[in-house]
């Protein structure tokens, strides 16, 4: 029977599977699998057109998003964005089931073997595993050995990577038990493409998600020391340098549990505390992503350990904190331990694997090795011992070698190396916008659930154009898809928000942020200011240096160049009248000092550093904001052709300037007024008073000779101009400048309205109100308002007319050493707690 002709529509038209792989989608006929015609046929309607358009928006949606993934770190990596497929992953719900009843099983047996291996050891004494595999391996913890957990549970989370044999059969390719990452992206996966398809979504009744995020906080919930009803639950990251960080403060974000680092949290009496603005406050389940040697530099040898919290593992030992999943947990994610995987199902649970490994060796042992060194050709060469992220050598490097260099290799240190068949893993269809076939694999995710575990009902499926092991083939880069489970019958809603349970207090507080977030927050606002003092400062300098302006402005740019060689934009030597004429033009130097990221003070570095920094707090700040600091990066770039000249200085900086403004005006409509607020204001309020100040001095100290264009460019890099024409009309006078400039309490540009704030702000700052007198910060910022609004403007502007700099310049001495006084004085109190903590009694939570 002939094969019916496929539609113009059909965009599966012309794929053709390789040879050799098991296809997820056709059979050998070309037809599609029974479970995949729906798919198709709801697709070929959908047509090849709006299938590219829905498309196309899907992928807006990542780069607008900037979920992004970076195989591996080094200072000259870039996290590359997340390469999602178009066309979900399709599997029968039938097939699933005997996938996730072969996964609970297999989690049981890792989690016993755990159990065993830190406590009573029967495995090594019977025999069933080698002692040398185990005592040899870096990641037993020996100062976790004989350890009774909370539910006698180690592996609360596991991820398996499987993959499919050319018969059709499930293979386990590698178990992980350190920590499972991917669930995050599996869930944005599932958010975006069930977006792109919704009517198709539903049409294959897709299974759903939440209920396994809804067993995972439930699992979390209940490691809380003294069964606490709602336990305050951390996730505890690499930090911004780590390949999973987007992910991390993703699923912080979803599960609403605070996303720390290493650097929150102190211990405390055996207690796991969070440093907070409002001082230290207990935590009580910690969800880790960090390898497990990163965790206590106290008790555990660590190339970084400046990650860990020191005294962790007595913390846990002592029953103060919960861990998700269990320190040393990490060990048999190993390939070493797959090859002794059915002799361990046996001894534990007296049964055969439900789902075989792909076929493992050990070196370690003579036979097995015997074997490895036969057969290198038809094997991949791996190292024994797994620490996550920190495999060395890497699986590509051993690969490469020629055999007789491997095996001389392996030789030397035969317990070090362990090896696996080569998997010819299944194809499946991938969209280039063309249809092309690719590898898969899948990551499945398991979390423990009463004394079994809940499969998710979905998984992280996992492209490559090629056949290199999985370790390898992330490190290029490769792609993914959503995993769709499809129900025969139609499947019940579900939310992962509660409903149900007690009622919660009301509450306005937010002395729960904590300290290193107060402080990223804080640079964040001065970064901000900083950016758009600078970008105003250009627009004006570019103004007058090209078209008209050009012969008319040499009063202004001299004074321009002062404040732009201040905040050290452009050489010092720009500043000197007598030098400047030395210097190459700055027409030609200013616009490739802009975008300068060698020089940290140059406007791109500055964009950089806001960037990096909004990246960090990605979980405090809303999606929207989020985009707009992502579009002034992504605007702010050097045209990719031809010399930057000033045209494109004075048009990048205008849409910098309007992009902040954009950012501005969604912190004060939509960011609530909580502490994270209020860092990020103290940051802005201190930076845009500095560079008040700054530009005061750089423009009247000396008095020019000819004032008046002088009094326009201030107003105007003030962004003062229209207001003061609108009570002065053109009369320019040094009084009413620096009226409006610095004493102007209507004026939101003015030096005493960026004093006012911050008085406003540090006043609501958390602190113990029982205490008399004031905060050195209160002291610090009532001073500086006070000088200013006990400033006689007039007389100061008479007095420097005449040629008496001294008082202004006094008053800017003044402020030029009490404002860094003031954020000192701030940061010490509630960004670093390195004091006692009978010292921190001022501080208590709000």
Not at 37 to 55: A, Y
Not at 621 to 640: A, E, H, N, V, Y
Not at 705 to 723: C, G, H, N, Y
Request: proline fraction near 6%.
């Amino acid at each position: 029977m002939s094969t019916p002709p496929l539609s113009v529509n059909n965009i599966f038209e012309g794929y053709t599977p390789p040879g050799g792989a098991y296809d997820e989608f056709l059979l050998d006929t070309g037809q599609p699998r029974q479970h995949a015609k729906n798919f198709l046929d709801t697709v070929v309607k959908i047509g090849r057109e709006e299938f590219e358009h829905r498309w196309q928006q899907a992928q807006r949606t990542v780069q607008a998003n900037d979920f992004a993934y970076s195989g591996v770190v080094t200072p000259k990596d870039q996290p590359r964005p997340w390469e999602l497929d178009a066309i979900p992953f399709l599997i029968s719900s039938a097939e699933w089931k005997t996938i996730s009843t072969a996964l609970r099983q297999r989690a049981q047996l890792l989690n016993l073997v755990l159990k065993d291996l830190y406590g009573k050891q029967t495995l090594l004494k019977n025999g069933v595993l080698p002692a040398e595999l185990v005592y040899s391996h870096p990641g037993f913890l020996r100062s976790y050995h004989r350890e009774q957990l909370r539910n006698d549970c180690f592996l609360h989370f596991y991820a398996a990577d499987l993959a499919r044999s050319p018969n059709g059969e499930w293979w386990v390719l590698a178990d992980r038990t350190e920590a499972a990452s991917g669930i995050g992206f599996a869930l944005e996966n599932r958010i975006l493409t069930s977006r792109m398809f919704p009517e198709l979504f539903h049409q294959c009744n897709v299974e759903r998600l939440a209920p396994f995020f809804i067993a995972a906080q439930e699992t979390l919930r209940k490691l809380a020391p003294q069964s606490l009803e709602n336990p305050r639950v951390v996730l505890l990251s690499h930090g911004p340098t780590s390949p999973n960080y987007f992910e991390d403060a993703y699923l912080a974000r979803y599960l609403g549990y605070t996303l720390v680092e290493g650097g929150d949290l102190a211990v405390r009496k055996n207690q796991v505390m969070l440093k907070t603005l409002g001082g230290l406050i207990p935590v009580d389940v910690i969800f880790r992503r960090q390898n497990s040697r990163d965790c206590d530099p106290l008790e555990m040898k660590s190339s970084n350990s400046r990650l860990g919290i020191s005294g962790l593992t007595q913390s846990a030992r002592s029953g103060q904190v919960g861990i998700a999943n269990a320190l040393g947990s990490g060990l048999i994610e190993s390939v070493a331990f797959m090859a002794f995987m059915p002799r361990l199902s046996k001894a534990l649970l007296g049964s055969e694997l439900l789902m075989p490994g792909v076929a493992s060796w050990w070196c370690g042992d003579q036979e097995q090795l015997g074997y490895v060194l036969k057969n290198l050709e038809k094997l991949t060469i791996y190292p024994a011992f797994r620490i996550r992220g920190k495999d060395n050598p890497s699986v590509e490097s051993l690969n490469q070698m020629t055999p007789k260099k491997l095996t001389e290799l392996i030789k030397s240190n035969p317990s070090g190396f362990a090896a696996q068949e080569k998997v010819i893993r299944s194809s499946v269809p991938v969209w280039r916008g063309q249809i092309q076939p690719a590898h898969l694999s899948l990551r499945a995710y398991a979390v423990s659930s009463g004394e079994s575990y809940m499969v998710m009902q979905g998984a992280l499926a996992r492209t490559s154009p090629n056949l290199d092991p999985l370790e390898v083939s992330i490190r290029k880069g490769e792609g993914s898809k959503d995993a769709w489970i499809l129900s025969d019958q139609p499947v019940e809603h579900i939310t992962l928000l509660n409903e149900q349970g007690r009622t919660i207090s009301l509450k306005r507080s937010g002395s729960e942020l904590p300290s290193r977030a107060a402080d990223n927050i804080f640079w964040l606002g001065r970064q901000l200011e900083r950016a758009e003092a600078l970008a105003r400062l250009l627009r004006s300098a570019v103004n007058r240096l090209s078209g008209e302006t050009r012969s008319t402005s040499d009063l202004e740019v001299p004074v321009l160049l002062r404040c732009l060689a201040d905040q050290g934009q452009i050489e010092p030597g720009y500043a000197i009248d007598k030098m400047r004429n030395q210097l190459p033009p700055i027409e030609h130097v200013l616009p490739t000092a802009v975008f300068d990221k060698t020089q940290s003070s140059s406007l791109r570095a500055i964009v950089d550093e806001l960037f990096r920094l909004g990246s960090i707090v990605r979980d405090r700040i809303s999606l929207d904001t989020w985009r707009i600091i992502r579009r002034i990066d992504k605007g702010f770039q050097p045209p990719r052709y031809g010399t930057t000249n000033l045209s494109d200085v004075l048009t990048i900086t205008d849409d910098l300037i309007t992009e902040l403004a954009a950012f501005s005006g969604i912190v004060m409509e939509s960011m609530t007024r909580t502490q994270a607020f209020r860092f990020l204001e103290l940051g802005r309020r201190v930076e845009r008073s500095l560079q008040i100040i700054s530009l005061v001095k750089n423009s009247f100290v000396p008095m020019p000779e000819v004032p008046s264009p002088i009094f326009e460019t201030v107003l105007e890099v003030a962004d003062s101009l229209m207001t003061y024409r609108s009570r002065y009309l053109s009369n320019l006078q040094l009084g009413a400048v620096l009226d409006l400039v610095l004493t102007d309490e209507t004026n939101p540009r003015s030096l005493v309205f960026q004093f006012m704030q911050l008085a406003k702000h540090v006043e609501r700052l958390p602190r113990n109100r029982e205490l008399p007198g004031y905060t050195s910060e209160q002291r610090l910022v009532m001073t500086l308002l006070h000088s200013v609004r006990m400033l006689d403007i007039q007389e100061t502007a008479d007095t420097h007319c005449l040629g008496d700099y001294e008082p202004l310049e006094k008053l800017i001495e003044t402020w030029d050493y009490q404002l860094p006084k003031l954020s000192e004085a701030i940061s010490h109190r509630y960004l670093v707690h390195a004091v006692p903590s009978h010292q921190l009694s001022d501080i208590i939570p709000q």
